[in-house]
Nanobody, 122 residues
């Protein structure tokens, strides 16, 4: 059983940057594929990005491509999401998730964190 805890959210002005972290415990983090998702008020949860268990392969939603970067440190059991050039439409609760099935938007993720709020002001 993998437990995930996100941190690093907050309030930032448009054009600013934030780095989210996702600390994993309770399971073999290094062999799990990891994903980032977000949910804005009144909207469905959407895929943001994903990373393979080695960290070599990544996948991103078109809306964040070129601005967000996922990375991981398997020695620290931690996943990161570097978010640059933030826009008001990036405002949402951001969740990390883990799976052993593969990576990408269409994979079923088995473990989820509780999320961290990101608010981007215009």
């Amino acid at each position: 059983q993998v437990q995930l805890v996100e941190s690093g959210g907050g309030l930032v002005q448009a054009g600013g940057s934030l780095r989210l972290s996702c600390a994993a415990s309770g399971g073999p983090f290094s062999i799990h594929y990891m994903g980032w998702f977000r949910q804005a008020p009144g909207k469905e949860r959407e895929f943001v990005g994903a990373i393979s268990w080695t960290g070599v392969n990544t996948s991103y939603a078109d809306s964040v491509k070129g601005r967000f970067t996922a990375s991981r440190d398997n020695a620290k059991n931690t996943l990161y999401l570097q978010m640059n050039n933030l826009k008001p439409e990036d405002t949402a609760v951001y969740f990390c998730a883990a799976t052993r099935r593969g990576y990408g938007p269409d994979v079923t993720y088995d473990y989820w964190g509780r999320g961290t709020q990101v608010t981007v002001s215009s």
